[in-house]
C-alpha cells in the first residue's frame, strides 16, 4: 500500500520560510507526478506545485509563483517545497500527493503565517 507522509509544517511569522517534506512508501515514486496540494477548512483544494515524474516540468499556482520552490529526489523517495515570503494567505493544511486526485495522499501538514 502506497504511503505519503509530510513533515516541516508549523507557525511561521509573515516574511518567513519553512520546507515541507513528503516521505514516499510502497510505491514506485519515480513514474509518477508528484503536488503540493493546500485546502483550508470549507474551500476547496488548491494545486500550489507540479513536478513531474523526471523533475524536467514544473508548475506553480500564480499565488505562489515566485516564493515557493518545488523539488524531487527519485532516489531517496521524497518530495520537498521550499516556502519563502510567507503571507497570512498561505495558511492552510498541505497535502503531498502522487498521480493525481486518483492517487496517493499524505496526511496533511498545517502551516500558519500569523504575527
Known amino acids: 500500500e502506497g504511503q505519503l507522509v509530510e513533515s516541516g509544517g508549523g507557525l511561521v511569522q509573515p516574511g518567513g520560510s519553512l520546507t515541507l517534506s513528503c516521505a514516499a512508501s510502497g510505491f514506485t515514486f519515480g513514474i509518477h507526478a508528484m503536488s503540493w496540494v493546500r485546502q483550508a477548512p470549507g474551500k476547496g483544494p488548491e494545486w500550489v506545485a507540479v513536478?513531474?515524474?523526471?523533475?524536467?516540468?514544473?508548475y506553480y499556482a500564480d499565488s505562489v509563483k515566485g516564493r515557493f520552490t518545488i523539488s524531487r529526489d527519485n532516489a531517496k523517495n521524497t518530495l520537498n517545497l521550499q516556502m519563502t515570503s510567507l503571507k497570512p494567505e498561505d495558511t492552510d493544511v498541505y497535502y503531498c500527493?502522487?498521480?493525481?486526485?486518483?492517487?496517493?495522499w499524505g496526511q496533511g501538514t498545517q502551516v500558519t503565517v500569523s504575527s
Open positions: 500527493n502522487a498521480g493525481g486526485l486518483d492517487g496517493y
Open positions: 513536478i513531474n515524474s523526471g523533475g524536467t516540468k514544473i
